[in-house]
T-cell receptor
Framework: DTAVSQTPKYLVTQMGNDKSIKCEQNLGHDTMYWYKQDSKKFLKIMFSYNNKELIINETVPNRFSPKSPDKAHLNLHINSLELGDSAVYFC???????????????FGEGSRLTVL | GENVEQHPSTLSVQEGDSAVIKCTYSDSASNYFPWYKQELGKGPQLIIDIRSNVGEKKDQRIAVTLNKTAKHFSLHITETQPEDSAVYFCAATPPTGFQKLVFGTGTRLLVSP
């Protein structure tokens, strides 16, 4: 039974389109994240939600809008896609929101977005 | 903010050799240092972590050391096996109250039989 699942796994689209990536975790965690991994494998946090509340919002263009309908789901919607958005997007979850409760991140398998 | 540097970017060893990957961090307040392994087509997976009140931690063939004064930490893999081939990431997180891992740039480890 997959712990953190993302859909779709692959996404190919044209510049200017809008697309969404969905993420679900069945671990009972209360914190979820989106990370972006570029072509050089660099992993950078984009957003973090704790119990549906946005707690981390890195300097991400506002074309990216995360939504957490409940603590088990975190979706990422991207408007007006650009070539530079091509990357692998990873969803992750953890128990606790950090600080003294910092613990393991469980990652999904990634969603590879290619913008043509 | 925190900045993590990692080297080498690639490391090739023969099966049975040891491998060492090194990271430095910039924020002296960072207190949690995990290592993640990413296999091809998969998400990163935690392999070992260390907190700032500990200098060394071992788990079978892998160990991590932390030097708080120098602000660097290292991953040591002994008796490497082909299945150890992957990209390894170090990370650090400051005690902001939020889980905000800052990753290093990754090391591609190749273990040849």
């Amino acid at each position: 039974d997959t712990a953190v699942s993302q859909t779709p796994k692959y996404l190919v689209t044209q510049m200017g389109n809008d697309k969404s990536i969905k993420c679900e975790q069945n671990l009972g965690h209360d914190t979820m994240y989106w990370y972006k991994q570029d072509s050089k494998k660099f992993l950078k946090i984009m957003f973090s939600y704790n119990n549906k509340e946005l707690i981390i919002n890195e300097t991400v263009p506002n074309r990216f809008s995360p939504k957490s309908p409940d603590k088990a789901h975190l979706n990422l919607h991207i408007n007006s896609l650009e070539l530079g958005d091509s990357a692998v997007y990873f969803c992750a979850s953890s128990q606790g929101r950090g600080g003294a409760n910092t613990g393991e991140l469980f990652f999904g398998e990634g969603s590879r977005l290619t913008v043509l | 903010g925190e900045n993590v540097e990692q080297h080498p970017s690639t490391l090739s060893v023969q099966e049975g050799d040891s491998a060492v990957i090194k990271c430095t961090y910039s924020d002296s307040a960072s207190n949690y240092f995990p290592w993640y392994k990413q296999e091809l087509g998969k998400g990163p997976q935690l392999i070992i972590d260390i907190r700032s009140n500990v200098g060394e931690k071992k788990d079978q063939r892998i160990a991590v050391t932390l030097n708080k004064t120098a602000k660097h930490f290292s991953l040591h893999i002994t008796e490497t096996q082909p299945e150890d081939s992957a990209v390894y990431f170090c990370a650090a997180t400051p005690p902001t109250g939020f889980q905000k891992l800052v990753f290093g740039t990754g090391t591609r480890l190749l273990v040849s039989p």
